[in-house]
């Protein structure tokens, strides 16, 4: 007589449903099929057009007596961030780099770009999606500033993970033109 496998399921069920608690703010966008993705090129930040809503690549002038003096300095040795406003250290925190094989460009960069829900067109996450960069900000080529996890060493391809409270900030301070610097 075939045994009952309810018990198992019984089991099993609560313990999928545990892995699963606590949905995201956001939903993490639709996978695109692979002939969808597009290869990005480079293009001078003055020739850039906005490819959607979401694309803030060029900004309102502001008046010059008003603008803040903003620059971000990441620290690969000590994988952290400070960021200032006219010389005047506003936040500091963690990073996490390109790992060995993958190293992060160090350098004098500008931000080029800004998307805030950006869809890896290289790399895929653990499911086989397409990574998820929210509140991605583009400094050098295909490397981003972007939310992403942060586990204590560097972990990326290449670009540079903070965590979801900094990318936030950083998206929305940090504007086209303004200064990155990445040192060793």
Request: proline residues 11%; hydrophobic residues 35%.
């Amino acid at each position: 007589m075939p045994r009952c496998k309810a018990p198992l399921a019984v089991i099993l069920l609560p313990l999928i449903l545990a892995a699963c608690a606590g949905a995201p703010e956001r939903r993490a966008p639709e996978r695109q099929p692979p002939e969808a993705a597009v290869q990005q090129t480079e293009q001078p930040a003055q020739d850039r057009q906005p490819s959607s809503p979401t694309d803030t690549t060029s900004e309102p002038a502001a008046d010059p007596s008003t603008v803040k003096k903003r620059a971000l300095v990441i620290s690969l040795a000590d994988q952290t961030f400070k960021y200032s406003e006219d010389g005047e250290t506003v936040r500091t925190g963690p990073i996490s780099s390109g790992a060995a094989g993958s190293p992060t460009p160090t350098g004098q960069f500008a931000v080029l770009s800004k998307d805030e829900d950006k869809v890896s067109s290289r790399y895929t996450n653990q499911l086989g999606m397409q990574a998820w960069m929210p509140y991605a900000i583009q400094f050098h080529g295909n490397y981003f500033l972007h939310e992403g996890w942060l586990p204590g060493y560097p972990d990326s391809h290449g670009c540079v993970r903070v965590g979801e409270p900094d990318a936030r900030f950083f998206f929305e301070r940090l504007q086209i033109g303004d200064p990155v610097t990445v040192t060793r």
